[in-house]
C-alpha cells in the first residue's frame, strides 16, 4: 500500500486529493485499486497527516507479521524467517 496524490484541472484550476492505493494480482498482470479517500490535500493539515500516517503505519504492519506468521506455518519461509 502506498500514498498517491491525484492531481486534476477543473476550469483552470488544480485540485490535489489523497489516496490510499494498494496493488494486487490478476492472471499475472498488476493492478491498483483505491482502499481509502482521504479527501482534499489542502483541507488537511499537517497534524491530521502525521496522524493518518501514524495509524496506517500500525495497521501495515500488524498486517505483514500476521501474514508472515501464516506463511511460516504453511512451511513458506520468507528472507526473514529463516
Not at 21 to 42: C, D, H, L, P, W
Not at 46 to 54: A, G, P, Q, T, V
Request: aromatic share 12%; hydrophobic share 30%.
Amino acid at each position: 500500500m502506498f500514498f498517491r496524490v491525484h492531481k486534476f484541472i477543473q476550469n483552470g484550476r488544480q485540485y490535489q486529493y489523497l489516496r490510499l492505493v494498494e496493488n494486487y494480482r490478476v492472471n499475472g498482470k498488476t493492478r491498483q485499486r483505491v482502499i481509502a479517500s482521504f479527501g482534499s490535500i489542502s483541507k488537511l493539515d499537517s497534524d491530521e497527516m502525521k496522524f493518518l500516517i501514524k495509524d496506517l503505519s500500525k495497521i501495515s504492519s500488524s498486517k505483514f507479521k500476521s501474514l508472515k506468521k501464516a506463511k511460516s506455518v504453511s512451511g513458506y519461509k520468507s528472507k526473514n524467517n529463516k
